[in-house]
């Protein structure tokens, strides 16, 4: 069966069970993920419950705020969305807010997903137990559990970071949904760093509070995701055939309705904006809003549709 060519299902062919899919029991070393034993820190040990990933599969991490705004939730679910039928595994914390939010997504698109809650993975000790519900769930529809904290181990503040580099260090690429001035998951995306690891962030509006660790992130380097695509290209896969149509969106602006059309072929910037006949400022603009929508992409110098 070729993952890539399977949608809106659970792919079956890029998981491998764990024990009956239920139970608790320890990873051998030789069964760990190899990129947590290339972390700095490496755990000393690996619990896990359901199923994890296959070798094949890339991994997502997927951070942000507890307490998510409805933006962020609209364009978790839709990145997510967009992945439906690729080799795609949605790695997260089992938290309120974004957390929950990719987890859901992911099985509603029909997704593996892996949870690495801050305790251990005991039905009586699962955080948040506000969760523990969802993560069974998570479990029966064919995705895991993993934890480095012995099977009964309640949750405790300094867990959370630990078990955040585990969230990073497994994954290929990290994707930042929201982040404020004083949170934890600037730590989180400074990490996808140190473990080089592909940063991803989402752009907001301007003076958004929970923008200030996707800006600083997209400042200092980090990706623009603004579609599915983009995600894709992160994790170098390549998109099934007709994923871009080539067909202009019914609701573009006539400024950027007309760079569209140009775009049959490959420009510059500066060809753009002298074709354009409309205003070097409302051309910019146009330029910039389909950048944003992951409708155009500049390289090597010259602007094409995606």
């Known amino acids: 069966m070729d993952p890539i060519r399977n949608s809106g299902r659970q792919i079956q062919t890029d998981v491998r069970p764990i024990s009956n899919g239920t139970g608790i029991r320890e990873l051998k070393k030789s069964e760990w993920p190899k990129q947590l034993l290339e972390i700095p820190q490496p755990p000393k040990r690996l619990w896990v419950r359901g199923t994890l990933p296959s070798a094949e599969t890339k991994l997502l991490?997927?951070?942000?705020?507890?307490?998510?705004?409805?933006?962020?939730?609209?364009?978790?679910?839709?990145?997510?969305?967009?992945?439906a039928g690729y080799p795609v595994s949605i790695v997260s914390g089992l938290?309120?807010?974004?957390?929950?939010?990719?987890?859901?997504?992911?099985?509603?698109?029909?997704?593996h997903t892996l949870a690495f809650p801050g305790s251990g993975l005991d039905d009586s000790i699962l955080y948040p137990r506000s969760n523990r519900a969802f993560?069974?769930?998570?479990?029966?529809?064919?995705?895991?559990?993993m934890s480095e904290y012995e099977p009964k181990t309640p949750s405790h503040v300094r867990y959370f970071p630990e078990r955040n580099r585990l969230m990073v260090g497994i994954s290929d690429a990290v994707l930042v949904i929201e982040a404020g001035e004083k949170s934890g998951t600037l730590i989180t995306a400074r990490l996808a760093s140190e473990y080089n690891r592909d940063l991803l962030c989402i752009p907001h509006r301007i003076g958004d509070p929970h923008a200030f660790g996707p800006h600083l992130f997209i400042r200092l380097g980090a990706?623009?995701?603004?579609?599915?695509?983009?995600?894709?290209?992160?994790?170098?896969?390549?998109?099934?055939?007709?994923?871009?149509?080539?067909?202009?969106?019914?609701?573009?602006?006539?400024?950027?309705?007309?760079?569209?059309?140009?775009?049959?072929?490959?420009?510059?910037?500066?060809?753009?904006?002298?074709?354009?006949?409309?205003?070097?400022?409302?051309?910019?603009?146009?330029?910039?809003?389909?950048?944003?929508?992951?409708?155009?992409?500049?390289?090597?110098?010259?602007?094409?549709?995606?």
């Open 223 to 306: 990706a623009l995701i603004a579609d599915s695509l983009h995600i894709l290209e992160a994790l170098h896969i390549t998109p099934r055939e007709g994923a871009s149509t080539g067909v202009a969106p019914s609701d573009l602006e006539d400024a950027e309705l007309v760079i569209w059309n140009m775009l049959e072929e490959s420009m510059t910037r500066d060809e753009i904006l002298r074709s354009a006949g409309t205003n070097v400022g409302e051309s910019l603009t146009a330029l910039v809003a389909l950048e944003l929508r992951g409708l155009i992409r500049e390289e090597f110098g010259a602007w094409h549709r995606v």
């Open 95 to 111: 938290a309120l807010g974004v957390d929950t939010c990719a987890h859901k997504a992911a099985l509603a698109a029909g997704l």
């Open 61 to 83: 991490a997927v951070v942000g705020s507890r307490a998510m705004t409805r933006y962020g939730q609209e364009a978790c679910e839709k990145l997510i969305t967009g992945l």
């Open 135 to 145: 993560a069974k769930e998570i479990l029966a529809k064919g995705g895991g559990l």
